[in-house]
């Protein structure tokens, strides 16, 4: 499904991205952990399509398309979804009204009708039942004076509603509480089928005591290190990533 | 033009659309340029207007040929010529047949993107419409529904041959003649507008609306309004601006009063969207506009504008709060894009005792445009416990624009309480990719993150007014975001 191929990339005159080579597949879960500065946020802002990056070589594709020189909202039509790090707030908007644009703009994209109220209002409910939202939340204006949790929980209800082809969580875990953790990660593991694939981005093992990996890899200094299956990352979580350093500077 | 009946409107309406731009093919009447004691005299003349009017007329002139042009305003424009303009333009007769050809497409674009036509309005929302096509009012719809209820909705011109006492009782009372430059020069040469009375304790029963449009090349605008609202009535009353495209700055120098007796409630409300010049400044309306609403015991009058329109806009809704426990509110969206310059607000003047205030002002500026909030809030010895609250916020995109936020605080009395508020934020980028990556393109973003932060206003719209508002504001700032 994704395929990133030789991906270099630079802000300013500084290289975060070192030649990322991936390759994500429908029903699997990738987790990519490595410590602060590793370019694991870069990472996803670019598959996402932020332009604050510049690409200078190499590819992304998604199922078999080319999506590198695509806008941002191009990329989201195609079904790539990004649950931000750190989720933007917009005064007066409320949830409800930003889901109903996303949903109807992504329809139009796709030369669909615009979903009908009734339908929307079903989907609504139904989603915000599965994260265990209370619905009066949903009235408030996106993200302004939510909790850490309640912006996080909030990603997820987006994911569950936009039902992306791939979705990459950037260290959605930072900020949970373990109960809120725990109704995030069921929620997503819900949402998870053979027809979509998810990238997990974290620093902690925690996360994933939740969402199983299928695969974990370990980005450091721009470039994927290490790749294996779940217990890597219980490795991580014993050795720290001093291990990692240290094999790569010998 | 007497013979022209409502049923004649109605077929006019239903024939063609009503578009904004059309500089409609109409064979006008209209008066050389120049203004002095004869011109003057022959619009009243032409208006058929008693004598007390004509000498009211004239006393306004007087006053303005000794009034200079006021420069306090944060706009900078080439002051007009008050020479070279006509003052009275009415239509002979309407022609079915526009043309097309004299509009910027640009103009039409925008109307079509807006997709309002008067008939569209009229039918689904229940409005009653007195449009004023330049200067003479062509047409009064649902007369007789307000008929019965004794409401009295109509041209000022009517209304002065035929409720000579009321207008003459109460015109000038709330903006007097001299009150400044442009409300004096209003006085002297208003050649149409609407006038409107509720009778003791009745609640219209509709909006009531008026939609202006400036057309003849080169002549300004001067409308009057007068609106009274007897004891313990309700009116709401929608003022609707569009303008077609002009390379020559048009004036427009209106005056609005206002009168809430006891226990009145009046809701006027504004879209403004006169023609703003091109982008590159060329061009555009000059809106010089003196609104003021008087207001007695207990009585409520509330001010919502949208103005997105015009080249320069200086303009001040005020409310003067008279009566024991009156209450004046200002709700306020200023947008100006390209060139515009906008300097608007509001004064609350603070009479009566506990007396309120509420101002919540909304500048939003892009592209090279000056955005100024001005607002006093003056209390008068005499009003114990007199409150105030203030909010102005201002949302800037991108770095050649400018916001200003010039706030007047006078308080004669120690009981009262003023609250001022104000926040400038700029749209980020940060904003604007987060709602691309959910799939919302940037424009439709701008659109959502500003109709976001005019929500407080827009929520004070009547609910059809609101629709078409979101879409002004959208259309205003397209292509405002590179």
């Known amino acids: 499904m994704l395929s990133i191929k030789n991906l270099h990339a630079s802000i300013g005159d500084k290289e975060i991205l070192k030649g990322i080579n991936l390759e994500v597949k429908a029903g699997e879960i990738h987790a990519i952990m490595g410590p602060n500065g590793a370019g694991k946020s870069t990472l996803s802002a670019i598959i996402a399509g932020n332009e604050n990056y510049e690409v200078t070589e190499g590819e992304i594709f998604l199922d078999n398309e080319d999506i590198s020189e695509l806008a941002p909202e191009e990329r989201a039509h195609k079904g790539v979804f990004l649950s931000f790090q750190y989720p933007v707030e917009i005064p007066g908007v409320s949830v409800t009204n930003f889901m109903r644009t996303a949903i109807n703009e992504t329809r139009k994209a796709n030369k669909l009708e615009e979903m009908p109220a009734n339908e929307m209002l079903k989907v609504i409910r139904e989603k915000s039942e599965l994260l265990e939202i209370d619905r009066k939340f949903l009235s408030r204006s996106l993200n302004e004076g939510f909790s850490g949790g309640e912006k996080k929980r909030n990603e997820i209800f987006q994911m569950a509603m936009l039902e992306p082809k791939l979705a990459i969580l950037d260290e959605t875990d930072s900020g949970l509480d373990i109960d809120a953790l725990r109704i995030v990660a069921n929620g997503v593991n819900k949402l998870k089928s053979d027809k979509n694939a998810i990238i997990v981005i974290t620093h902690y093992q925690r996360l994933l005591d939740y969402i199983v990996p299928d695969f974990v890899h370990v980005l450091y200094n721009g470039r994927i290190v290490k790749s294996g299956d779940a217990s890597l990352a219980h490795e991580l979580e014993d050795k720290g990533y001093d291990w990692i350093k240290q094999e790569q500077e010998a | ?482």
């Open chain 2, 1 to 482: 033009m007497s013979k022209y009946t409502e049923d004649d409107l109605k077929i006019e309406l239903e024939t063609k659309e009503y578009e904004y731009g059309f500089y409609t093919n109409i064979e006008s009447d209209t008066f050389p340029i120049g203004l002095n004691e004869d011109i003057v005299r022959a619009i009243s003349l032409r208006k058929e207007e008693p004598q007390w009017m004509t000498d009211w007329r004239l006393e306004a002139f007087r006053a303005w040929e000794q009034m200079i042009e006021p420069e306090w305003a944060n706009v900078k424009y080439a002051k007009p010529d008050f020479q070279a303009i006509s003052y009275y333009s009415a239509p002979k007769a309407i022609d079915p047949n526009k043309s097309l050809d004299d509009v910027d497409p640009e103009l039409l674009e925008m109307y079509k993107k807006l997709g309002i036509s008067v008939d569209e309005q009229k039918m689904m929302n229940n409005v009653a419409m007195d449009i004023v096509v330049d200067s003479v009012s062509v047409a009064t719809t649902f007369k007789k529904t307000l008929g019965e209820k004794g409401i009295i909705f109509m041209s000022i011109s009517e209304a002065i041959k035929e409720h000579p006492e009321l207008v003459r009782k109460h015109l000038g009372t709330v903006v007097p003649q001299k009150d400044n430059f442009y409300a004096a020069l209003n006085s002297a040469v208003f050649s149409d507008g609407s006038f409107c009375y509720i009778p003791k304790g009745v609640k219209c029963p509709m909006e009531l609306s008026t939609y202006f449009r400036i057309n003849q090349a080169g002549t300004g605008q001067f409308e009057r309004t007068l609106v009274i609202a007897d004891e313990g009535s309700y009116v709401s009353y929608l003022e609707g601006c569009t303008a077609p495209s002009r390379d020559e700055n048009q004036l427009h120098a209106a005056v609005v009063e206002l009168i809430a007796l006891d226990d009145a409630e009046i809701k006027y409300s504004t879209v403004q969207n006169w023609y703003p010049g091109n982008k590159e400044g060329k061009g555009g309306v000059f809106n010089f506009v003196t609104k003021r609403g008087w207001c007695e015991k207990n009585a409520k009058i509330s001010w919502t504008q949208v103005e997105t329109g015009s080249a320069v806009t200086w303009k001040y809704p005020s409310c003067v709060l008279k009566g024991d426990n009156s209450v004046g509110e200002f709700y306020s969206i200023a947008v100006t894009n390209n060139f515009q310059q906008a300097d608007t607000g509001t004064k609350m003047i603070h009479l009566g005792k506990n007396t309120k205030s509420t101002i919540i002002s909304k500048g939003i500026s892009a592209g090279k445009s000056q955005n100024s909030y001005r607002g006093l809030v003056k209390i008068g010895p005499n009003a114990e416990n007199a409150r105030n609250f203030s909010q102005c916020d201002s949302l800037l995109m991108g770095n050649n624009c400018g916001a200003h936020t010039f706030p007047y605080i006078e308080s004669k009395n120690p009981s009262a309480k003023i609250e001022h508020e104000a926040t400038t934020s700029k749209i980020g980028e940060d904003q604007v990719f987060y709602c691309n990556q959910r799939g919302i393109p940037t424009e439709k973003a701008i659109a959502l993150i500003v109709n976001g932060f005019s929500k407080d206003v827009l929520n004070k719209l009547p609910m059809e007014f609101a629709v078409e508002a979101q879409k002004l504001l959208e259309i205003s700032l397209e292509g405002s975001v590179g």
